[in-house]
Each structure stands twice: as C-alpha cells, then as structure tokens.
T-cell receptor, first 115, second 113 residues
Framework: NAGVMQNPRHLVRRRGQEARLRCSPM?????VYWYRQLPEEGLKFMVYLQKENIIDESGMPKERFSAEFPKEGPSILRIQQVVRGDSAAYFCASSPQQDLPDTIYFGEGSWLTVV | DAKTTQPTSMDCAEGRAANLPCNHS???????VYWYRQIHSQGPQYIIHGLKNNETNEMASLIITEDRKSSTLILPHATLRDTAVYYC??????????????FGTGTRLQVTL
C-alpha cells in the first residue's frame, strides 16, 4: 500500500510565478491536510479538505493560496505570484476518517524555493 | 485541543531506552494522545497513540498516567536513526476543525554513540 505521494519533491520558481503542489492520499483515504514548514521552524497547519469540500482553512494565508481536492485526482495546493517568503517545505497528509481514533499519515514533502 | 508541554531537548546513548515525557494537564476525556516524529528533512512519521491505557507497537510504548495529565513515550533501544524531533499532540476528534494535528515545538532527541 503506497504511502502519501507528493510531487514535485523539489520546485524552483521565480518571484511572481505560480507553484502547484500535488498530493495523492493513501489508498482508501478521503481526507487531506496540508502543512507548511518554514526553514528552521515548526509545522503549521494550512488547510483540511475532504473530496470536493474544504473543511477547515483557518491556516491558509488570505491571499494567493488556494487548495482543492477534486472528486477525481490528487489534491492541489496552489500558490499564485510566489514571493521569497513562500520558500518552505509543504507537507500533505491523509486519513481514512474512520471512527476515532484514525491515524493521519504524512508524505515526504514538497520543497519550494523561490528565487 | 489541549496544550502539551515537552522538554526542548534530550540526549540518549545508543542502545539505551529513550523516555520522552509530555504534560497535557488540561486534556479532556475524549482526547487522544498522539506521538509523531520528524527526522531532518523528512515528513512527520506516526509513532503511536492512546486514550488511557498503555499502548505498545513495533516502534515504541506509550505510558499514560492514570489521571491522563501526562504521558511518556518509550523507545526501548534507541539507535542513531531515532535522532529526530518528537511531537506529543492531543487530538479531540476526527471530524471537523478538531480533526487537524496541531504541532508544538516538540523534543529534539539526540542519540549518541
């Protein structure tokens, strides 16, 4: 059973470009979480999605960031007009949402560098 | 979710047991204790979770006090590959806004020869 798959693993973008990060959850998992980790800092929650629904976006920056988890295909975290401060590791996680307690599993991350 | 308190850092000799404490004095009756770790430049790795009974799996043991206000993660025979930041997280639910894991600063465990 493959784990949470993220791609690309490394992405370089120039300031002002768009970054798209993809996340395929584990098989059978219908819930996805995105986290951001700035250099030498902790993991910060961004958004929690179910298929076609955003459940909690309390950690998403108000501008330039968006996320989706369509009925078919991977979850996408989109960052428009990137700035140097967006350089970070972005981690996706998934869970099956069975009766509590379920377990949330993380991917290996996508490292975004803005130059 | 209840707040957790962990020591900033700990050292452990290779081959010895690593005991990582966590205080969660405001934990509610329906909240679980989860442990994750993050090895440098990798994604967080699930270790174990529990409600009130002690738990053991192939990676570690989790000891939760009777009053549930604190817990200890035990790595029975630490190796150099166990060097990581360990996070103790209290989680109330698997639905809605309470579903997410909220990471604190964790304990940086250094395993030495």
């Amino acid at each position: 059973n493959a784990g949470v798959m993220q791609n690309p693993r490394h992405l370089v973008r120039r300031r002002g470009q768009e970054a798209r990060l993809r996340c395929s959850p584990m098989k059978g998992h219908s819930h996805v979480y995105w986290y951001r980790q700035l250099p030498e800092e902790g993991l910060k929650f961004m958004v929690y999605l179910q298929k076609e629904n955003i459940i909690d976006e309390s950690g998403m920056p108000k501008e330039r960031f968006s996320a989706e988890f369509p009925k078919e295909g991977p979850s996408i975290l989109r960052i428009q007009q990137v700035v140097r401060g967006d350089s970070a590791a972005y981690f996706c996680a998934s869970s099956p949402q069975q009766d509590l307690p379920d377990t949330i599993y993380f991917g290996e991350g996508s490292w975004l560098t803005v130059v | 979710d209840a707040k957790t308190t962990q020591p900033t850092s700990m050292d452990c000799a290779e081959g010895r047991a690593a005991n990582l404490p966590c205080n969660h004095s405001t934990i509610s009756g329906n909240e679980y204790v989860y442990w994750y770790r993050q090895i440098h430049s990798q994604g967080p790795q699930y270790i174990i979770h529990g409600l009130k009974n002690n738990e053991t799996n192939e990676m570690a043991s989790l000891i939760i006090t009777e009053d549930r206000k604190s817990s200890t993660l035990i790595l029975p025979h630490a190796t150099l590959r166990d060097t990581a930041v360990y996070y103790c997280i209290v989680r109330a639910s698997n639905t809605g806004t309470a579903s997410k894991l909220t990471f604190g600063t964790g304990t940086r465990l250094q395993v030495t020869l």
